[in-house]
């Protein structure tokens, strides 16, 4: 079983920058995919960025302004989100599974590949 805990939500205003960062414990894997995803009250949850360590990818609405980093060593997913639109302002959750990353989890209900979570943190952009 895979323990996520993410943190670094909070308010910030358009154009400013927020870390997220997602711990991982337990019976954890140096391969797994660890994503970020995102969702707003009443829609589905929508891949951000995902990366195995060795393959990275990003959905359109965060290239060019978010970057993931899985550290293998401390167990830790990173999303570092530079120039924030009010339209981030959402729910963000850690995701993993044991397995190569795919692009395909980034499509819609790609959130079925990844069975753990984290409980999700807030982020509000005015």
């Known amino acids: 079983h895979v323990q996520l805990v993410e943190s670094g939500g909070g308010s910030v205003k358009a154009g400013g920058s927020l870390r997220l960062s997602c711990a991982a414990s337990?019976?954890?894997?140096?391969?797994?995919?660890m994503a970020w995803f995102r969702q707003a009250p009443g829609k589905e949850r929508e891949g951000v960025a995902i990366s195995d360590g060795d393959d990275t990818f990003y959905a359109a609405s965060a290239k060019g302004r978010f970057t993931i980093f899985k550290d293998n060593n401390k167990k830790t997913l990173t999303l570092q989100m530079n120039s924030l639109k009010p339209d981030d302002t959402v729910t963000y959750y850690c995701a993993a599974e044991r397995q190569y990353c795919s692009e395909s989890i980034l499509k819609p209900r790609g959130y079925y590949a990844m069975g753990y979570w984290g409980a999700g943190t807030q982020v509000t952009v005015s």
């Open positions: 337990g019976d954890t894997y140096s391969r797994a995919c």
